[in-house]
C-alpha cells in the first residue's frame, strides 16, 4: 500500500491517517510504516519529503511512547474550521472536553484583525467565553502584542497563562501541549519554570511526564543535582500516584542523563524501579533501558578507553555530551566527532596501536557508540546503500588484499616463516625415509633369522614415528602461523579502501571473507581470516568505518 | 509598544506557524519578537525565516558548494554565516567549513597562481576544500594514488612533486594548510618502500637459517648411521 505515493495532503494535520496506523498501532508500526516510506524517499533525493515524513514521525513516536492512542493523536489544524479536517473532511477528536464542537470564535476574528485594533479584540475575546483551544492560543499570542488594560480582567494575563488555562478547559487539546512544550524549552529563568511546572502538576496530571520530558533532560545537566532532585519530588508530590506508566517511561528518558549526573543512591533507586517494573515497559523502552545499562558500564571504566589518546578523550567527552545536550546540540557534537575521526585517516592507526585491546571494553564501548550514531543517522536520514556496485566493492577489495599479500609476502617475518615450513616438511620426509628403512632392514632381519636385530629396527621405526613426525608437524605448523599475515599489515590498506568506498563493518567482514582463494592476474587472496580476527580488535578501523558511513550521509 | 502593522503581522506568523504544526519555530519567533528593541519592536528578516526548513537550507548550501568560486566574496561569507548558525546541525557544520574557506579567498587566489605546485594538485585542493566529505574522500584517495609504486609508474617524480607542494602550503600558506592538515601530513610523510621489496637483509638470514637446516639434517644423518649399526 504505502509503495505507491502517500497522501502527502494529510500532513501535517494527520500524520496517524498518513502513515495508515490504525487504533491499536503502537510505536513498532509507526517506526515499520515510516522504514517503508523512507525506502521509497531516500533523503538525498528528496530532501524535502523526508523531511515532512521525518517531522510528522516524530511528532506521533513521541506521543505513541507516552502511551497515547492513534485515536487521540495530534490531528487538528488550530486555526482551520473546527471539527473538521481541512483535506479529509473528517471530524477530528483531539480535544476531549466537551467544548470542541463550538465554533471557535477565533475564527470571526482572523477578519478583523486586519481592521480593528488589537487592544480591543483581545480585551473583547479575554472578556467573554472561550469556546475553543484556539480561543485560548490566540489570547495568548494578543497577550504578547497587546498593552496591558487594567480595567480588564484580562490584564497581566502573559501568554504562558493563557496556554494553561486553555489546557485546563481542554486538558490533551494537541495544539496547546505542542506549544506548552516548546515554550518550557525557552524559559532560563529558574523560578518561571519552576512555578510552570508546579503549575502544569496540578493541572496536567495525565499529560505531565510527556509535556515536561524535554525541560526536565536540560534542567539535569544545569541545575545541580539536589535542586533537580527537589523540584522532581515537589511535582511528583503534586501528581499524587497519577500516571504510574509514564513516570516509568519519564525514569527509563532520564536514565541516559543521570548515569553522568545522579548520585549514587537515587540511580540505585530508579534503577530498581525500573528493575522492578522491566516487563511492564514496552519493547522499544526496554531496549532504551539496556542501552542506560551499557552507558553506565562504559561510564565506569571511561577513563581506560579516553586515556589511550586524546582523539578517544575526544569522544568520550562526545558520548557524554550527547547524553545531556538537546538533540541538535548533540548531533552537532557527534557529525564534529566522526568528521574529526574521519580527518585523522591514517594517523588513527598511530592514535589506536594497541590491536590487542581487550575485545569485551571495545564491544561495549562500540555498543554505546553505535547507538548513538544509529539516532543520529535516523535523524539525518538511512542511507544504508553502498557506495558502489556490489562486483566493483569486491574488486576494490581484492586488489586491496592482494596488494597486502604481496607486501606481506616480501616482509622478513613472512620468509622466515615460509623457511620454517620447509624445514618441518623436509624433517617430515626425512623420518618418512628414515622410518621406511628400519623397516625394510628389520624384515630382512626377520628373514635372516636376526630377531634381536629386527626388533631393534622396529623400535626405532616407531620412534622415529613417535618423537620425530609430531616434532616435524610442530616445526611446521609454528612457521605456518609465522608466515601467516600480520593484520597490523592491512590497516593502512583497509583505511584507504574504506575512504574510497564507505562501508559498514558486517559489510566490510562479508567482502573481506568473500576474497578468500580469489585470484588477481597471478595472485591469490589468501589469510583472509587473520584479517578478520584482527579488524574485530581494532578501534582505529573500527571507528573509521563509522565516521565514513556517518559522513556518506551528508 | 510595538505598531500596530508589526503586532498583526506577528499574531498572523504565528498562526500560519501553529497551524502548519510548527511550533518550535512559533516559540522562536516570539523569542525573537520580544528580543527586539521595545521602543521599535519589529520582526526582523532573521526572525521572519526562522521557519526556513532543511531541505531548503541543504539545497541552499549544494548551490553554494555548486559555485564556490564564483560566487562574490561578500555575498558569499553573508550567506554562509547565516547557514553556520542554523539549528540543523549538519547544515551549520557544512557550512561553518564553507565560511572557515570563504574567510582565505585571498589565499585561494593566490595559491591558484603558484605555479611552484602543480594545477592539477591545485585544483584538487580546491575541489576536496568545499566539496561534501564522500565526494572530497574520493580526490583524495586519487591523488594519494599517485604516489603509490602499485598504481603510477612516475610515482618518484610524483611524490617529489606532491611533496614538495605540501611543503610549500606548509609554509607559504598555512591557513589553507590548516583545512586539511592530516590529509597533507598523510602525503607528506607517506614512503613508497612500504609498498616496495623489504627484502634487504633478508637474504643472509634466509642463509643462515638454511645453513643451519642443512647442518641440522646431516648431523641427524651422522646420528641415524651410528645407530643403525645397531647395538649388536
Redesign the interface.
Known amino acids: 500500500m504505502l509503495d505507491s505515493e502517500p497522501n502527502w495532503h494529510l500532513l501535517?494535520?494527520n500524520p496517524s491517517q498518513f502513515f495508515e496506523l490504525s487504533n491499536s498501532s503502537d510505536v513498532r508500526d509507526l517506526k515499520r510504516a515510516y522504514n517503508r516510506l523512507l525506502r521509497q524517499y531516500k533523503p538525498e533525493k528528496f530532501?524535502?519529503e523526508?523531511?515532512r515524513i521525518r517531522?510528522a514521525y516524530e511528532?506521533l513516536s513521541e506521543w505513541l511512547r507516552y502511551g497515547g492512542t492513534v485515536s487521540q493523536s495530534?490531528s487538528p489544524?488550530?486555526?482551520?474550521p473546527e471539527g473538521v479536517h481541512p483535506d479529509c473532511g473528517q471530524t477530528t477528536s483531539s480535544d476531549t472536553a466537551g467544548l470542541e464542537n463550538k465554533t471557535p470564535i477565533v475564527n470571526s476574528f482572523?477578519d478583523r484583525?486586519?481592521c480593528e485594533?488589537?487592544a480591543m479584540l483581545y480585551r473583547e475575546l479575554g472578556d467573554g467565553p472561550c469556546h475553543s483551544a484556539q480561543d485560548y492560543?490566540?489570547l495568548a499570542?494578543?497577550a504578547?502584542?497587546?498593552?496591558r488594560d487594567k480595567s480588564s480582567k484580562s490584564a497581566r494575563v502573559g501568554?504562558a497563562d493563557w496556554i494553561l488555562r486553555g489546557l485546563q478547559a481542554f486538558p490533551r487539546n494537541s495544539?496547546l501541549i505542542?506549544?506548552l512544550?516548546?515554550?518550557l524549552?525557552?524559559y532560563h529563568d529558574r523560578p518561571a519554570t519552576r512555578n510552570l511546572l508546579l503549575r502544569l502538576a496540578e493541572l496536567a496530571k495525565e499529560d505531565f511526564f510527556y509535556i515536561t520530558e524535554r525541560v526536565w533532560g536540560r534542567l539535569i545537566d544545569r541545575l545541580p543535582f539536589s535542586e533537580f532532585q527537589k523540584l522532581l519530588g515537589e511535582c511528583e508530590d503534586r501528581l499524587g500516584a497519577h500516571s504510574d506508566m509514564s513516570q516509568l517511561i519519564f525514569y527509563v528518558y532520564l536514565l541516559r542523563s543521570s548515569v553522568w549526573k545522579a548520585d549514587e543512591d537515587w540511580w540505585q533507586g530508579i534503577w530498581k524501579h525500573l528493575d522492578d517494573n522491566f516487563f511492564k515497559l514496552p519493547h522499544w523502552e526496554q531496549g532504551e533501558v539496556d542501552f542506560a545499562d551499557n552507558l553506565r558500564q562504559y561510564q565506569k571504566c571511561r577513563s581506560e578507553f579516553a586515556s589511550i589518546c586524546p582523539l578517544a578523550a575526544e569522544i568520550d567527552h562526545v558520548i557524554e555530551g550527547y547524553c545531556l545536550s538537546p538533540e541538535?546540540?548533540g548531533?552537532?557534537q557527534v557529525?564534529?566527532c566522526q568528521?574529526r575521526i574521519?580527518?585523522?585517516?591514517?594517523?588513527l592507526i598511530s592514535d589506536f596501536p594497541d590491536q590487542s585491546a581487550d575485545s569485551g571494553r571495545q564491544d561495549l564501548f562500540l555498543a554505546v557508540w553505535d547507538k548513538i550514531l544509529s539516532e543520529v543517522h535516523d535523524r539525518?536520514g538511512d542511507n544504508s546503500e553502498l557506495?558502489g556496485s556490489t562486483g566493483e566493492l569486491q574488486h576494490k577489495m581484492e586488489h586491496t588484499l592482494i596488494?597486502a599479500n604481496i607486501?606481506w609476502a616480501?616482509?622478513?617475518t613472512s620468509?622466515?616463516g615460509n623457511?620454517i615450513v620447509?624445514?618441518g616438511i623436509?624433517q617430515a620426509i626425512?623420518i618418512m625415509t628414515?622410518t621406511v628403512?628400519?623397516l625394510v632392514?628389520s624384515v630382512r632381519s626377520f628373514m635372516d633369522i636376526g630377531m634381536?636385530?629386527g626388533f631393534?629396527d622396529i623400535c626405532?621405526a616407531i620412534v622415529s614415528v613417535v618423537l620425530g613426525l609430531p616434532l616435524a608437524m610442530i616445526v611446521a605448523y609454528y612457521g605456518v602461523r609465522k608466515s601467516r599475515m600480520h593484520y597490523g599489515h592491512v590497516r593502512?590498506d583497509l583505511i584507504?579502501l574504506l575512504?574510497?568506498a564507505?562501508l559498514n563493518e558486517p559489510a566490510l567482514i562479508e567482502f573481506i571473507q568473500a576474497a578468500e582463494g580469489k585470484k588477481v592476474g597471478d595472485d591469490t587472496v589468501s589469510d583472509t581470516s587473520s584479517v578478520v580476527k584482527g579488524l574485530q580488535t581494532d578501534y582505529a578501523v573500527r571507528l573509521f568505518c563509522r565516521a565514513?558511513m556517518t559522513?556518506?550521509r551528508? | 509598544m510595538s505598531n500596530s502593522g508589526t503586532a498583526r503581522d506577528y499574531i498572523l506568523r504565528m498562526m500560519e506557524l501553529c497551524d502548519n504544526r510548527q511550533h518550535e519555530e512559533a516559540v522562536k519567533l516570539r523569542k525573537a519578537f520580544f528580543a527586539a528593541d521595545d521602543k521599535a519592536r519589529t520582526l526582523t528578516d532573521e526572525s521572519l525565516h526562522l521557519a526556513v526548513s532543511r531541505p531548503e537550507l541543504l539545497s541552499e548550501l549544494a548551490e553554494i558548494c555548486e559555485n564556490f568560486w564564483q560566487l562574490p566574496k561578500n555575498k558569499l561569507s553573508t550567506q554562509l554565516a547565516r547557514l553556520a548558525s542554523s539549528k540543523y546541525p549538519e547544515v551549520a557544520i557544512k557550512a561553518a567549513r564553507l565560511l572557515k574557506v570563504a574567510e582565505n579567498h585571498t589565499e585561494f587566489s593566490r595559491l591558484a597562481a603558484d605555479s611552484a605546485i602543480h594545477p592539477a594538485f591545485r585544483n584538487a585542493i580546491k575541489q576536496i576544500v568545499v566539496l561534501p566529505a564522500s565526494q572530497a574522500n574520493a580526490i583524495k584517495e586519487l591523488q594519494f594514488s599517485h604516489l603509490r609504486p602499485l598504481n603510477n609508474d612516475a610515482y618518484v617524480s610524483a611524490n617529489h612533486a606532491i611533496k614538495s607542494a605540501v611543503d610549500r602550503l606548509r609554509k607559504s600558506y598555512p591557513a589553507i594548510f590548516s583545512l586539511e592538515p592530516e590529509w597533507f601530513n598523510e602525503l607528506f610523510y607517506y614512503q613508497p618502500n612500504w609498498d616496495l621489496d623489504l627484502q634487504e637483509g633478508n637474504m643472509a638470514l634466509g642463509c643462515a637459517v638454511l645453513a643451519l637446516v642443512v647442518f641440522a639434517l646431516g648431523a641427524f644423518s651422522a646420528i641415524i648411521s651410528a645407530i643403525s649399526d645397531g647395538p649388536l
Open positions: 501535517p494535520h530532501p524535502g523526508f523531511q517531522e511528532t495530534p489544524s488550530t486555526f482551520q482572523r484583525l486586519h485594533p488589537i492560543i490566540m499570542f494578543m504578547d502584542v497587546t498593552a501568554f495544539e505542542a506549544l512544550r516548546e515554550l524549552l525557552e541538535s546540540e548531533d552537532w557529525l564534529q568528521s574521519s580527518q585523522r585517516g591514517f594517523f539525518l557506495s596488494r607486501r616480501k616482509t622478513s620468509r622466515q623457511f620447509l624445514v623436509i626425512l628414515a628403512s628400519y632392514r634381536l636385530q631393534w626405532l593502512h584507504l575512504r574510497a564507505p565514513m559522513l556518506a551528508y
